[in-house]
């Protein structure tokens, strides 16, 4: 069971068939994935990384048994090390300096402007801006921001 909105109750499964296993997809309607491509079928081999309707998180690591065993193994803890480590550490980052600068920040608008600037680190996006609603019933731009970090 994968606690994930974009992953279906029956997603995929392995299924065993001519002497191998493969990875099926069932009613994924976000896709499944091994080693990053898109796949409907894929005969499985071992630390073939799994994934379920995004690509950006590997959810298992298919492990063949041993030779006596018809049984696979998906290790989940090596998943959570295997990919992408580097941006995983980079995102980490971007948060804690944002939480960093929220913690020193007073004013709204100072805060507002760094939600921006961690936005558009994390989104590929090359603008982001936050409208206020005002009391009378229309939108205040209260911040905008371009992906070099320039006020809009």
Not at 137 to 146: I, V
């Amino acid at each position: 069971m994968i606690a994930d909105a974009r992953v279906s109750r029956e997603h995929a499964e392995i299924v065993f068939e001519e002497e191998s296993f493969s990875w099926w997809t069932l009613e994924g309607r976000h896709g499944t994935y091994v080693n990053g491509q898109r796949v409907q079928r894929h005969k499985l081999q071992g630390n073939d990384a799994m994934e379920f309707g995004v690509r950006e998180n590997v959810y298992a690591v298919f492990q063949p048994g041993s030779s006596g065993s018809a049984r696979p193994g998906v290790s989940r803890q090596a998943a959570r090390y295997a990919c992408h480590r580097r941006q995983r550490m980079e995102k980490l980052t971007i948060f804690w300096k944002a939480a960093a600068k929220l913690n020193s920040a007073g004013v709204l608008d100072e805060i507002l402007v760094t939600l921006l600037d961690t936005t558009l680190k994390l989104a590929p996006s090359r603008r982001a801006f936050v409208f206020l609603y005002e009391k009378d019933r229309t939108l205040r731009l209260a911040a905008g921001r371009n992906s070099q970090g320039v006020p809009l």
